[in-house]
């Protein structure tokens, strides 16, 4: 059993050796995803779609909190529409989708199949948007995206993908720019305290901004590798759309105002974040409070008499302070234990003919493997205070990670040297041209992360130009 169990873990490959290999390995045996028949598209199976649903359903009430209210807009936007935001269409014209027929005939006009929905909520709020009464108008829609990737990779970069995109009008420009820094709070709530992903909050560069924008601001989190991810982004999109579909309102005074607009997004790449951060070489590990099973029940010699009638008890009677499953199936107990830690369930439940005589479960923590022996009497409590524990757990190994591979590099020579030896995030000085910025990713593949809302001087001069510093930027590697 030993030799079949331990050919079992082999099937993933060891982040050490090919961390992308180990990615593509986790996703597919952990049976969070298949591929689809076109390239670059997945089919997203039973056990990542719960992952995601909780992921969906934490967000989409504090989404509501927040005032805003749902909605629905249709997949295709036609081709006019599009081009009516000058900045915006540039920055997705070699993403698009088009359709061009419908059955049979040509279309007289493409169609593009929605890379994201700015132009479809300005055409319809310049419609339902007159006076100042109307506003502010809170909206959020979930949906899928089509974006013509040229590089793909399951959850980070497909060409279709799950998210939900807000859109907002203020009107104010203060109004807006308060709502474009609350949903980004909203969105750093989510990793932190729910996914367990510490973030860097700031604002992107000019150059890094969304297409259309006025600004975007983003959180960054660190993956394994060291390469950074964008985990979601919040953009005040000015008046800018406001303006190329004649959105007005009518204020106090009685003079026709442009509303100031924002858009939001996060999507199903959060689930790759998760695998990256969390995960090891024995699969994934997923925080408790997203994980859709938190407690796996594994019955030891279930054939004796009474295992299988006290695992079920368990199961019915934890499932009032947990989410519970139990594994009954004919398969090993070996090969359970294996399985469940690839899918990365917080917590194992043994119960065998002895810990029932003994009055006790054996109960194993994902995140370090640790055995505890608790008395049935005192499960509840146990699982509470460790699945608690997991998620803090979780959390602090990943900020110390992100620490660990957090630079400095006042030089080109120190910068290009922390990339080599300690891959991660570069607290660099910019001095705010973007020929620098271009030629930093030139020289080095990184790119500007973002700028920080809180700012550290580590050096006077701009890392690349040596002329004065503006501000300090975060510098990676990035997915």
Known sequence: MAKKNKQFVEKITAMEEDFAQ?????????????????RGSMIIRPYGYAIWENIRDI???KIKETGHENMYFPLFIPESMLQKEKDHIEGFAPEVAWVTHGGDEELQERLVVRPTSEVLFAEHYGKIIHSYRDLPKLYNQWSNVVRWEKTTRPFLRSLEFL???????????????????????????????YMAIPVLKGRKTAKEKFAGAKYTLTIESLMHDGKALQAGTSHHLGTGFAEAFDIRFSDEAGELQ?????????????????????????????????????????????????VLDKAYQLKTRLSDIARVDIDASDKSPGWKFNEYEMKGIPIRLEIGPKDIEQ????????????????????LE?????LLEDIQINLFEKAKNHREDKTSIAKTMTEFKNSLENNPGFIKAMWCGEQTCEEKIKEET????RCIPFEQ????????????????????????
């Not at 995109?165 to 420009?173: L, Q, V």
């Not at 959060?270 to 409070?289: C, Q, W």
């Open 258 to 306: 442009p509303v100031h607009q924002t858009s939001w997004g996060f999507t199903t790449r959060s689930i790759g974040a998760m695998i990256m951060v969390h995960g090891d070489n024995r699969g994934l590990v997923i925080p408790p409070k997203i994980a859709s099973k938190q407690v796996m029940i594994v019955p030891v010699a279930q054939h004796k008499e009474g």
């Open 163 to 193: 998210w939900q995109e807000g859109h907002t009008c203020h009107a104010t420009d203060e109004d807006a720019a308060e709502e474009t820094r609350q949903m980004l709070d909203v969105y750093a709530s989510l990793f932190e305290d």
């Open 22 to 38: 180990w990615y593509t390995d986790v996703v597919k045996q952990a049976d969070l995803v298949d591929y689809g028949p076109v």
């Open 381 to 385: 409590t146990k699982i509470l205070e």
């Open 445 to 448: 593949s990184a790119t500007s």
């Open 59 to 61: 967000l989409d009430a």
């Open 359 to 378: 009055g006790h479960a054996v109960l194993v923590r994902r995140d370090t493997g640790e055995k505890i022996f608790a008395a049935m009497e005192d």
């Open 456 to 479: 550290e001087k580590v050096s006077d001069t701009c890392v690349y130009c040596s002329k004065p510093a503006q501000q300090q930027v975060y510098w990676a590697k990035a997915y």
